[in-house]
């Protein structure tokens, strides 16, 4: 988009250049003839006044009188009939430029220069041009270079959005341009994100509840079909038996459904280093917190593959640190736990915690205890939600934030070896938290199905040897610098 700007801009310019500066020179260059013509002339004139004034005859002019009345280089000349020229000045050869009046008593008076005088005159005045031509290209290269950033810029950020938005992005941007037009297009992209994500959230809202009501159904039927088979009619118990295999598979049909479901969301998603990734996000995220005189610790193990979007991944991450420095205290933590089949990224601070009056609201649009929009945390679970991954608030005071994702080899043993915690660090383990290499305990109380989607998911009990952390070091009382380091034991 910008070459085409510039390239328009620039096709302008050299039209302008060949309709105004080729013209402005072939006059410049008349123009010099026409001064030279007329400053000689006009000295002619003078010469000729004065000899009529004092009626002399021409054979008795005495041309000495007009020596300063001559140019530089230049020569006067009396030429009369029969008579031999006289001339006073600089002598001449045939490669001249000349100007002659007639004199009253007969004869002429002639005044001429040398022709390079008026060469370097006429070169002089192209060169006047050249340079002013020169000048407005330069200026309006500036100014084309200029127009372009501004139309090509903001052409390129609403792609960008839009891209952003047909991957699963759903934020709303405030940054406007001044351009009518642009500004029209980003009121729409962020409105057809609020609407997209509202619609997606509530399609998954319902089904979700749809999910969860067939399976508690289903698990009460198979209950009740179970104490039947305790029946001691062969009869009765051949039909539950029947019953129980259509339970079962009608089960499976829903489990099946909802896992293509997950795998149709995740279709965008590829492998991911997380161990990199956190780094990089540590690195980034670091001087924000630092800026508020916060803690940002980050503990990973080595060699962990999730399948998962990197964009998502971090914006989710982004809008949780966010959270947490908004709305928490103390040190943020992001912990890795990985499981057999999956792996939960949790977010921690020290803060108080979710008001037990909204724990089950905390991720609907809108939802805030302070002057925040309410669409961080929203946001953050449509973007997971996305890869085919899960955000749930795990425990509500002092907050737990888990993300599970699919982990492509969390428990196969390909793990780096462990590197232990660095000194000064609290080694107090954390219920379900990594702790001097291992996992100690089972899963964390969660809030809601915290519980049971680890059971799902496969999440708890022994995860790998150890786990790496990537830690920010102390720059001061009650301030940290992230350096996005492993710390070696």
């Not at 490669?95 to 007969?106: A, C, H, T, W």
């Not at 192209?126 to 090509?152: E, K, P, Q």
Request: net charge neutral; proline share 4%.
């Amino acid at each position: 988009m910008r070459r085409r700007v510039l390239m328009s801009i620039f096709l302008v310019i050299a039209a302008t250049v060949l309709t105004l500066g080729v013209p402005l020179g072939i006059v410049s260059w008349r123009l010099v003839d026409d001064l030279l013509h007329q400053e000689l002339a006009g000295r002619l004139q003078s010469m000729e006044a004065s000899i009529s004034l004092r009626s002399e005859e021409t054979s008795q002019i005495d041309l000495a009188q007009f020596d300063v009345a001559i140019p530089e280089d230049g020569r006067l000349t009396v030429r009369l009939a029969g008579v031999p020229d006289r001339g006073i000045g600089t002598p001449q050869g045939s490669d001249v430029y000349s100007e002659s009046v007639s004199l009253p008593g007969g004869g002429q008076l002639v005044l001429s220069v040398p022709m390079g005088k008026l060469r370097a005159e006429r070169w002089r005045a192209l060169l006047l041009v050249a340079a002013a031509v020169l000048l407005s290209i330069m200026v309006a290269t500036g100014i084309a270079l200029v127009l372009a950033r501004r139309l090509a810029t903001p052409l390129s950020d609403v792609a960008r959005r839009a891209a952003r938005l047909g991957s699963g992005d759903f934020r709303t941007f405030r940054r406007r341009y001044g351009i009518a037009e642009l500004d029209r297009v980003a009121d729409v992209l962020d409105s057809s994100a609020t609407d997209i994500a509202a619609l997606i959230s509530r399609e998954r809202e319902l089904a979700g509840d749809i999910s969860h009501q067939l399976r508690t159904r289903l698990t009460g039927l198979r209950l009740r079909l179970e104490e039947l088979a305790l029946n001691p009619d062969p009869t009765v118990v051949s039909e539950v038996n029947a019953a129980l295999d259509q339970t079962d598979r009608l089960v499976t049909v829903v489990d099946d459904l909802l896992a293509n479901a997950r795998s149709q969301r995740a279709a965008g998603a590829t492998e991911l280093d997380l161990y990199a990734e956190l780094e990089e996000f540590g690195s980034e995220f670091g001087s924000r917190v630092d800026a508020v005189g916060r803690t940002l610790k980050i503990r990973c193990p080595k060699g962990i593959l999730v399948r998962v979007t990197s964009v998502r991944l971090r914006e989710a991450l982004g809008a949780l640190v966010d959270n947490a420095i908004q709305h928490g205290a103390g040190v943020i933590r992001i912990n890795v736990r990985p499981g057999a089949n999956s792996i939960v990224i949790e977010v921690s601070d020290e803060g108080v915690g979710v008001p037990e009056a909204i724990v089950g609201h905390i991720f609907e649009r809108g939802m805030s205890t302070a002057s925040s929009t309410g669409i961080g945390l929203s946001l953050a679970r449509a973007l997971i939600e996305a890869d085919g991954g899960r955000l749930e608030l795990r425990r509500a005071s002092p907050p737990v934030f888990g993300i599970f994702l699919a982990a492509e080899n969390a428990a196969d043993g390909n793990q780096d070896a462990p590197t232990d915690v660095a000194a000064g660090e609290s080694s107090a383990p954390v219920a379900g938290a990594i702790s001097g290499g291992s996992i100690s305990g089972g899963p964390v109380t969660g809030i809601g199905c915290g519980r049971l989607v680890d059971r799902w998911l496969g999440v708890g009990g022994a995860g790998p040897s150890g786990a790496a952390l990537i830690s920010g070091r102390s720059a001061g009382p009650g301030r940290s610098r992230w350096d996005g380091s492993v710390l070696p034991g």
